[in-house]
């Protein structure tokens, strides 16, 4: 799902979707539990008046399939919108944007955790599709960059997991989720890589942070209070909820590159915003999963 949410004095909350009826299915009551919530096709973007708090672009594929067979599409989607919401920028300069963009940025093989100083490098003479998406990040941040004289903020996420996950798609966990609900097998291989999930609350109190602090422009990457390892996910998922596993000699290709150790160390969020995250990756994943399943 992707959603463009804006906020103002008269209306706590509006939320533009690509897709009105997906949107729905997906938010479900929590629609109607916000405050003076509003849900419009994101075609009404543009023809809103200036005044918003802040504007956030959580616009993408969403599954690393759609990654796989987006092409060309994941460049100009991405621009696409995000050049609506510079436009929108430029009639309301103070407005602070929060564009989600992705640790991804950062390579496309994770051997360690990101650092500050890390270096991204690209093949420039064999560009390959794993690339695409990362480049358009990059693309994205560096055109922020560029704009100084606004508040922009990227906020890198490594890692992600809700109770409103679609279990159809093709991430670890909605694997193991979809195995869990349908009673079946999950089978994995023996590749043990570390994961660093930041719960919702967590990310919520990142962007609040930023919408409260003053005039910013930089990107920050999402942590927890503690990475975690598949091991200890499928520890969790069959200790604590039945999940039935077996090990194999099974190959996963990864939309965007290799990631063994996909999680950052670059806590610049804490240095300027003072962001200290409350859960950890498995606690978030315990708690999100719990919720799913009491829910259904």
Sequence with gaps: MNIIARADAGTELFLFARSIQRASEVLGRLINSLPCCVLQDLDCFETLAPGANAVINCIGFGTPEKIRTARADVFLITEYYDNQILEYLRRSPNTKYICFSSGAVYG????EGSQEESKSTIAINAI???DY???AKINSEAKHRALGEYS???VRVFSFFSRYIDIQSDFLLAEMMRCLVSKKVFE???EDF???FISPQDLYSLVRLYIDYGTLNCALDTYSKE???KSELIRLFSEEFGLKVEIKELIRLSSTGSK???YSRNHAAFRVLGFQPKDSSISSVRNELREYIDGR
């Design 133 to 135: 998406y990362r480049i």
């Design 128 to 130: 390959v599709p794993e």
């Design 260 to 262: 063994m150790a996909y």
């Design 227 to 229: 990475p975690t390892r």
């Design 188 to 190: 994995t291989n023996q």
């Design 108 to 111: 496309s093989a994770f051997n």
């Design 194 to 196: 570390v994961r660093d």
């Design 152 to 154: 922009i903020v990227d």
